[in-house]
């Protein structure tokens, strides 16, 4: 079935630092989207790449979508410790948004004051 | 306006017991997607009800089973319980083919 990897696990950086995290697919994807999950929450829709190579920022966040649609990257640029928490891609499979979300593992992000 | 709400918040049973997890979505939403979170693992599908009948199923035992009412609301029961079953279980809801929102969850302990 289809599976979605992502890395690293674990990232531990300095406040201040950039951060990027990955995310590939084995299949082709109508869409990807991205969550944060703080400690002890839920998870809280970020953001949603719907079309090849799209790019999209929100404020300190750039979000990438592959050419092929197989593949997502979120970068963090100057992180500060409000970044903390498990950051995790979802891919809608297949040809359609059929909103059967596969999520990755997440990355968990540490930042130090 | 209210977000996805779940309860119970916690849920403590016993190995064979049976257990029921309810779901009211945001107001305006249709569709109700249900995922089991493992400690330190991403969100696992379920299944997903839209129109009252179940539309979408991932890879979990007939044990697991839902159901979802006329306003929408959602129930998820789980038979004869395990203790792999123990999760935080989210409910998440949207308009069909719509980002979803998620609830806090219900964190089931099965001992």
């Known amino acids: 079935g289809q599976q979605v990897m992502q890395i690293p696990q674990y990232q531990h950086v300095q406040e201040g630092e950039d951060f990027t995290t990955y995310c590939n697919s084995s299949?082709?994807?109508?869409?990807i989207q991205w969550y944060k999950q703080r400690p002890g929450g839920h998870p809280v829709f970020l953001i949603q790449?719907?079309?090849?190579?799209e790019v999209k920022k929100q404020k300190r966040l750039t979000f990438q979508f592959g050419e092929a649609k197989k593949n997502s990257s979120l970068h963090i640029t100057a992180t500060q410790t409000t970044d903390v928490g498990t950051y995790f891609c979802?891919?809608?499979?297949?040809?359609?948004?059929?909103?059967?979300?596969?999520f990755g593992q997440g990355t968990t992000l540490q930042v130090k004051p | 306006d209210a977000g996805v709400t779940q309860s119970p918040t916690h849920l403590i049973k016993t190995r064979g017991q049976q257990v029921t997890l309810r779901c009211s979505p945001k107001?305006?939403?249709?569709?109700v997607s249900w995922y089991q979170q493992a400690l330190g693992q991403g969100p696992q599908f379920i299944f997903q009800y839209y129109e009252e009948e179940e539309r979408q199923r991932g890879n979990f035992p007939d044990r697991f089973s839902g159901h979802q009412f006329p306003n929408y609301s959602s129930e998820l029961n789980v038979n004869a319980l395990l203790l792999g079953d123990s999760a935080l279980y989210l409910c998440?809801?949207?308009?069909?083919?719509?980002?979803?929102?998620f609830g806090p969850g219900t964190r089931l302990t099965v001992t």
């Open positions: 998440a809801s949207s308009l069909i083919q719509t980002k979803q929102y």
């Open positions: 790449l719907v079309k090849s190579g």
């Open positions: 979802a891919g809608n499979g297949g040809s359609s948004n059929t909103g059967k979300l596969i």
């Open positions: 299949t082709t994807l109508s869409n």
């Open positions: 107001s305006g939403h249709d569709t």
